[in-house]
T-cell receptor, first 113, second 114 residues
Framework: AQTVTQSQPEMSVQEAETVTLSCTYDTSESNYYLFWYKQPPSRQMILVIRQEAYKQQNATENRFSVNFQKAAKSFSLKISDSQLGDTAMYFCAFTKRDDKIIFGKGTRLHILP | EAQVTQNPRYLITVTGKKLTVTCSQNMNHEYMSWYRQDPGLGLRQIYYSMNVEVTDKGDVPEGYKVSRKEKRNFPLILESPSPNQTSLYFC?????????????FGSGTRLTVV
């Protein structure tokens, strides 16, 4: 069975700094998809970025980028020039064809002014 | 606007009083699912539906029921709620189960059972 592990329950960084959230996963599949979801205090689940395993190039969305290491089964999220609005719970997630999305337990990120 | 609409946003009820949380999507998605979110446990799937009249258990189905009579609606029913069902609930939808575009989520229902 697939698992997703986020080893950092909580983190705090100063505004404008760069922060990296860790995620590892376990699977025997070769083709799958990975996601980072953001959950701000409003509770809405927002898809931040996604990565397809067969693509070697790391995904980027504005200030958000990932470091996808397929062999190491690692999928970390980097937030550059962090802003107060980045304060949220972040969930790493995994899915493969014909299966549900599995979520990690989340990392609560605080951006400090 | 493409969205998943979930109601109510907050609900406080007493043990044993039946309740329904509604979920509706306007994207013509075939796949719909319910998750519950608890501190330290992340999101866990309760039930899912691959299409109309096709539903199946997720990882934590005990104490819940669902139905899918129409493609757009997927209500979550708690026939006899108990305090351990106090949680944050999310409805989600997608074109298919293992979508590479992820799921679209509703805005969540905070349920408290006293």
């Amino acid at each position: 069975a697939q698992t997703v592990t986020q080893s950092q329950p909580e983190m705090s960084v100063q505004e404008a700094e760069t922060v990296t959230l860790s995620c590892t996963y376990d699977t025997s599949e070769s083709n799958y998809y990975l996601f980072w979801y953001k959950q701000p205090p409003s509770r809405q689940m927002i898809l931040v970025i996604r990565q397809e395993a067969y693509k070697q190039q790391n995904a980027t969305e504005n200030r958000f980028s990932v470091n996808f290491q397929k062999a190491a089964k690692s999928f970390s999220l980097k937030i550059s020039d962090s802003q107060l609005g980045d304060t949220a719970m972040y969930f790493c997630a995994f899915t493969k064809r014909d299966d549900k999305i599995i979520f990690g337990k989340g990392t609560r990120l605080h951006i400090l002014p | 606007e493409a969205q998943v609409t979930q109601n109510p946003r907050y609900l406080i009820t007493v043990t044993g009083k039946k309740l329904t949380v509604t979920c509706s999507q306007n994207m013509n998605h075939e796949y719909m699912s319910w998750y519950r979110q608890d501190p330290g446990l992340g999101l866990r799937q309760i039930y899912y539906s691959m299409n109309v009249e096709v539903t199946d258990k997720g990882d934590v189905p005990e104490g819940y029921k669902v139905s899918r009579k129409e493609k757009r609606n997927f209500p979550l029913i708690l026939e006899s709620p108990s305090p351990n069902q106090t949680s944050l609930y999310f409805c989600a939808s997608s074109t298919h189960r293992g979508s590479n575009y992820g799921y679209t989520f509703g805005s969540g229902t905070r349920l408290t059972v006293v």
